[in-house]
Nanobody, 125 residues
Framework: QVQLVESGGGLVQGGGSLRLSCAAS????????MGWFRQAPGKEREFVAA????????RYAESVKGRFTISRDSAGKTLFLQMTSLKPDDTAVYYC??????????????????WGQGTQVTVSS
C-alpha cells in the first residue's frame, strides 16, 4: 500500500523559512518521479516543484523559482521542500505526490497517482 505523509508545515512570518518533508512507503520511491503541489482556499491545486526519478532534474513554478528547493534523500524514502523568503501568497495546504516510475519531472496533477494528506503552511504578513 502506497503511503505519503507530509510534515513540517506551520505558521511563519513573511520572509521566513520552512522545510517540508514527505515520508514515502509502499513502493521503491527512488524509482519514481515526485512532486509538490499546493492548494489555497477557493483555488485549484497548483504545481509547485517536481523532481525526476534519479534526482538529476528539477522543475519549479515561476512563483517559487529561486525561493524553493525540492530534493530527495538517496534512499528515496523522503522528499523535501525547502522554502525560503516566504510570502503570504504561499499560504496553502501543501501536498506531496508520486509520479511515473523512472519518470521525468512532471507538472500536471494528472501525472501523479499517489498523494499525501497535506500539511498546512500559513505565512503572516
Amino acid at each position: 500500500q502506497v503511503q505519503l505523509v507530509e510534515s513540517g508545515g506551520g505558521l511563519v512570518q513573511g520572509g521566513g523559512s520552512l522545510r517540508l518533508s514527505c515520508a514515502a512507503s509502499g513502493r521503491t520511491f527512488s524509482d519514481y518521479a515526485m512532486g509538490w503541489f499546493r492548494q489555497a482556499p477557493g483555488k485549484e491545486r497548483e504545481f509547485v516543484a517536481a523532481i525526476n526519478w534519479s534526482g538529476s532534474t528539477t522543475r519549479y513554478a515561476e512563483s517559487v523559482k529561486g525561493r524553493f528547493t525540492i530534493s530527495r534523500d538517496s534512499a528515496g524514502k523522503t522528499l523535501f521542500l525547502q522554502m525560503t523568503s516566504l510570502k503570504p501568497d504561499d499560504t496553502a495546504v501543501y501536498y506531496c505526490a508520486s509520479g511515473p516510475r523512472f519518470g521525468t519531472a512532471r507538472t500536471e496533477t494528472t501525472d501523479f497517482d499517489s498523494w499525501g494528506q497535506g500539511t498546512q503552511v500559513t505565512v503572516s504578513s
